[in-house]
């Protein structure tokens, strides 16, 4: 049976258990939904609940679940020879799973049926061929062993899913008879179904958790691998980026970092000051009617897709820095550069700097300013001494957000700063960062074993422990600072 | 002080300020109507009367802080020293440096006791030297009876004291700017007795130096700290004279029967 049947037969039967929950409930209060201990909705709910949560949540362990399981056991009738034959345990288990899919769309094509699928031989039928006509493609030529693994894998699956279907349906079943013997009018079915909201919402925070620990633990495979096949120190220490392909790359972190940082630095020197007057004049300036448009203007700069930022830099103000300032003072004759990516990537930092200043800004209590202009100090002197320092922790967190998004930032370095890993004073030159190499590693032609690729990983990590560390300081110095008032 | 007989010694002196035909709008709303007080130097003067009356809308118009309001409007003619103070030639800005104001709670800035108090005089250039701005807070600290308590923590955040020590670093700070009056707007409301009482003591040492205007809901705290009372309702001036008259043999029915709880 589809899964899709299942989940749907589950979800009818939480339907049909709300109802009859309810009912049942109001017929053990003879009718008189007063007595009862809760509203006789709850009673239905938790029902529902009971019927539906349980059985979808197994449902998701399983799925993960059975194709490792199935994997490693299909994997132990391929002979070391077919391995060696293929180059990998890798390629010849997507070979396995590409003939398994085959089969089953054969069989749903009409191509084979269901007994020859099960029983046809390399030796008898040309496999290739079979499935060629049906539409999938194979590389090469089907061997015996990984038939019979396909074959195998196969069983397993459909065994496995049969099983699943089975197991779900039967809890589904059991939550409902369970809850549904339970419900009478003394059932405190409120405290029940407020109970599992509580478990619901949990699990949902801990999925986002566990999937961050998947993130880094991933990467940290990886990371490791590269680190098996290319010194750490010449990585981290490296003065020189030069991949190449067929062996004896330099893969330096330094001029990535340091392009990165200077990049960066330049985009916050653009976006801070001009984010924050920005905000000043947001929130202690501007009449109600100017904020009420010109918030939202300055907010669009936020939606605007980095790409299409990339390309302002590539066409706009990439060849006029070129053209006035980097000839005339000779400093290079390079549309691509520093200078261009970081003032764009500014630009784009503005509104992540205003809005989260003006928050912190309209946040300073009215009582200070009062405290400030009764004294007789001026709008801006009250601004500069008085609310500025107040909302300080704040902003500090701002800017340290809005450089965490200038160290991710990728499109715009492409187009803007082009892709030369280079350390360089001069901001006219081209330089590129850490996540343009993450990019240009992995794509195209690309062998997951070497380093070249594998520094990908390598450099991503570097990256998440340097945004990480800035995210916690940024956190660290908002929650400390941030009871100076009141 | 706790004086509540109608002989009590009031050493009038000349008018400090002048309000004549004041009437206060915020938006529609009519909030003050035809308000006409004489606010005397050196002497303590409460306005009392019931939530929304308008005392403290009156209050603010004295150093023009309803100008950072944007919806209020003040008519009529209020002098200090004889100069109207709406006039388009007078600074407001300026004009708050010598008419100061205390707050409801206290708002002490996110800055040192130090910096605190010499915030004004530093805006203002009040000082040449470090040791002039150190005399300065000193004095003022003094005034505002809160340097022996704080001589040792100047450096200490302001935000760090207690309520009632924040309220005299408050007074402190406005005494700092070399104020002409002191315009305070329920001071205590945010205190306890005994912080009251320090403070209430302390008003009725600051009318050695400045006009002190007051404006409180306790009538307790008016008898017992000024020498002038106005009592206002619905936005007009209903009766203002000497505390001791105010309390015992007030003029107008309504003084009496607010007063006495019967009205407020």
């Known amino acids: 049976m589809p899964l899709l049947w299942t989940v749907s037969i589950i979800l009818a039967l939480g339907v049909v258990g709300y109802v009859m929950g309810r009912k049942r409930a109001v017929a053990t209060a003879g009718g008189n939904a007063r007595i009862l201990h809760s509203l006789p909705g709850y009673y239905g709910t938790n029902v529902a609940i009971i019927t539906i949560v349980p059985a979808l949540l197994v449902m998701a362990v399983w799925l993960i679940i059975q194709p490792i399981l199935v994997e ?7 002979p070391a020879s077919a391995i060696e034959e293929a180059g990998s345990r890798g390629l010849v288990m997507s070979d396995v799973r590409r003939v398994a899919g085959g089969l089953d769309t054969a069989i749903e094509q009409g191509a084979l049926t269901e007994d020859e699928a099960r029983s046809i031989r390399t030796e008898f039928t040309n496999v290739r061929d079979t499935l060629a006509g049906v539409g999938v493609a194979l590389g090469s030529d089907v061997t015996p062993e990984v038939l ?13 899913n049969l099983f699943m279907t089975i197991t779900l349906l039967t809890l589904a079943a059991l939550g409902f008879l369970y809850s549904y013997a339970r419900t009478n009018r003394d059932f405190r079915a409120r405290n029940w179904v407020e109970a599992s909201v509580l478990v619901i919402l949990m699990l949902a925070s801990t999925i986002a958790i566990l999937t961050t620990v998947g993130i880094v633990l991933s990467m940290l495979w990886d990371s490791w691998n590269f680190f098996q096949l290319y010194p750490w120190q010449q990585f981290f220490f ?24 200077y990049i960066s630095l330049i985009a916050l020197l653009v976006a801070v000051p001009v984010g924050l007057f920005a905000a000043v004049y947001m929130a202690e300036y501007a009449s109600k009617r100017v904020r009420s448009f010109a918030k939202p203007l300055i907010e669009i700069l936020a939606g605007i897709p980095t790409i299409v930022y990339g390309l302002f830099a590539l066409i706009t103000v990439g060849p006029m820095l070129r053209d006035y300032f980097a000839e005339p003072l000779g400093l290079g004759s390079s549309s691509s550069s520093v200078m261009t990516a970081g003032i764009v990537m500014g630009i784009m930092l503005i509104p992540f700097v205003s809005s989260l200043s003006d928050d912190i800004i309209n946040a300073v209590p009215q009582s200070l300013r009062d405290g400030s202009y009764g004294l007789g100090a001026t709008q801006s002197e009250t601004v500069k001494q008085v609310i500025l320092p107040a909302a300080l922790p704040g902003i500090v967190g701002a800017i340290l957000l809005a450089a965490s998004r200038a160290i991710g930032e990728t499109m715009i370095v492409v187009l803007g700063a082009g892709a030369a890993g280079r350390i360089d004073l001069n901001p006219f030159e081209a330089m590129t ?30 990256l998440f422990v340097i945004t990480l560390g800035l995210n916690v300081l940024a956190l660290y110095i908002v929650r400390k600072y941030r009871e100076q008032y009141e | 002080m706790n004086d509540m007989s109608v002989s009590r010694d009031v050493d009038t002196g000349e008018i400090k300020m002048r309000a004549r035909g004041v009437e206060v709008f915020y938006g529609d709303t009519h909030a003050i109507k035809s308000v006409d007080v004489d606010i005397e130097d050196k002497t303590v003067t409460a306005f009392i009367g019931p939530s929304g009356c308008g005392k403290s809308t009156f209050l603010r118009c004295l150093n023009r802080m309803n100008d950072t309001i944007d919806v209020a409007r003040v008519k009529g003619e209020i002098t200090l020293d004889g100069e109207d103070i709406y006039d388009p030639k007078v600074d407001p800005v300026q004009l708050r440096a010598k008419v100061g104001m205390v707050f409801q709670k206290p708002n002490p800035f996110p800055k040192s006791i130090y910096d605190n108090v010499a915030y004004g005089p530093r805006i203002h250039g009040l000082s040449t030297s470090k040791g002039e701005l150190d005399e300065i807070v000193e004095k003022s600290l003094r005034r505002a009876a809160l340097w022996d308590e704080a001589k040792d923590r100047l450096q200490e955040p302001g935000t760090g004291l207690s309520g009632g020590q924040q309220q005299r670093l408050c007074i402190a700070r406005a005494v700092a700017t070399n104020p002409e009056v002191l315009l305070m707007d329920e001071p205590c409301s945010a205190l306890d007795p005994i912080a009251t009482a320090q403070v209430e003591e302390l008003i009725d040492e600051l009318r ?17 700290v000024s020498q002038k009372t106005a009592f206002f309702h619905l936005g007009e001036l209903v009766e203002y004279g000497e505390t001791g008259k105010i309390f015992t043999n007030p003029d107008d029915s309504r003084t009496e029967s607010y007063i006495t709880g019967r009205i407020g």
């Open chain 1, 433 to 462: 960062t850490v996540t343009v190499k993450i990019v240009g590693q992995l794509t195209g032609d690309t062998n997951f074993s070497s380093p070249e690729a594998l520094v990908a990983f390598a450099l991503g990590l570097t």
């Open chain 1, 72 to 78: 490693t056991r299909v994997t132990e009738m391929i």
């Open chain 2, 208 to 224: 050695t130096r400045y006009s002190v205007v007051i404006v409180t809901h306790s009538m307790q705290q008016a008898a017992r």
């Open chain 1, 148 to 160: 019979s693994a396909a074959q195998r894998y196969r069983e397993l699956s459909r065994s496995g």
């Open chain 1, 238 to 261: 490296g003065l020189e980026w030069r991949p190449s392909f067929e062996g004896g790359s330099e893969l330096g972190l330094i001029p990535l970092l340091w392009g990165t940082m």
